[in-house]
């Protein structure tokens, strides 16, 4: 109830900040759908693994490193998700 107030009061910032908080949550709507589908693991946690993406691209900057180059990001995320695959699983024994 709040928030449609907000959007009336302040018309189309918020609703755009509205939206933008809805994207927010679109990795992980997507995440879930590949678990579901059984693309990812099904024992694949959406949130440590958008932390573990994250995390490389945040922590050379924590640590005055350099930042991956635009060409770098689709093979971190490659390099990651070759973990959770579900069609690699290899059954442990």
């Known amino acids: 109830m709040r928030r449609d107030a907000e959007l009336a009061r302040h018309g189309g910032c918020a609703e755009t900040l509205c939206h933008q908080d809805q994207d927010l949550h679109l990795p992980d709507r997507e995440l879930r759908g590949q678990v579901e589908s059984g693309e990812l693991r099904s024992?694949?946690?959406?949130?440590?693994?958008?932390?573990?993406?994250?995390?490389?691209?945040?922590?050379?900057?924590?640590?005055?490193?350099?930042?991956?180059?635009?060409?770098?990001?689709?093979?971190?995320?490659?390099?990651?998700?070759?973990?959770?695959?579900?069609?690699?699983?290899?059954?442990?024994?």
């Open 43 to 93: 024992d694949t946690n959406p949130d440590r693994l958008i932390d573990l993406l994250m995390g490389t691209i945040t922590m050379p900057l924590l640590f005055f490193q350099d930042v991956p180059t635009p060409d770098e990001p689709q093979a971190i995320v490659d390099q990651v998700l070759s973990g959770y695959s579900a069609h690699d699983l290899v059954p442990r024994r």
